[in-house]
């Protein structure tokens, strides 16, 4: 089970620790939704080529390219500077899809109130967060994790750092958000 939280807004240290609110305010998948937009599905991790809501996921929503990342400090070439720019708050003009294979980690998202949201993301969890949302991205204290990401079509890397209202994803999204 994915769990989520509203974050302590004035949280200090390190990035990678959970930073509930006290006492802790948990979101469940139902209300992550409908503050976000951000969907999570439970996939086979050890075998996600057969697995079929995966399949027919990619087949419905034309998810035609894929590839895989590992976050380590062995594995990914300036793993400090690249974890700070992860950790950035940015939006993207397509949909950020992530399946993760090991290891976790968590993804930060702004919900309709402009608080943080931290999903942990844990072997088999895939998350979809849509284009125009505020996010970033941290490891956690495992400081590890492989996941497979998905796009349609060529992926776009593009990261557009906060503020970046005026881009129509943006505003896409928040027609989308406030209209549900």
Not at 51 to 66: A, C, I, Q, T, V
């Amino acid at each position: 089970m994915v769990l989520a939280w509203f974050m302590a807004e004035n949280w200090s240290g390190d990035q990678r620790e959970e930073h509930h609110k006290q006492p802790p305010e948990f979101v469940e998948l139902g209300t992550l939704y409908k503050l976000t937009r951000v969907e999570h599905y439970k996939v086979d991790q050890l075998n996600p080529s057969n697995d079929e809501l995966l399949n027919e996921l990619k087949k419905n929503r034309g998810y035609s390219y894929e590839d895989e990342i590992t976050c380590s400090k062995e594995c990914l070439q300036d793993y400090e500077n690249k974890l700070k720019m992860f950790f950035e708050e940015h939006l993207h003009t397509d949909e950020e899809i992530r399946l993760v294979l090991e290891g976790s980690g968590y993804f930060d998202v702004r919900d309709v109130n402009d608080s943080w949201i931290r999903i942990k993301v844990e072997p088999g969890d895939l998350l979809i967060i849509p284009k125009g949302i505020y996010h970033r991205f941290t490891l956690d204290t495992n400081n590890f994790i492989r996941a497979k990401r998905l796009f349609v079509g060529e992926p776009v890397w593009t990261p557009h750092n906060r503020p970046a209202d005026h881009m129509e994803c943006r505003k896409e999204y928040l027609s989308q958000i406030k209209s549900f």
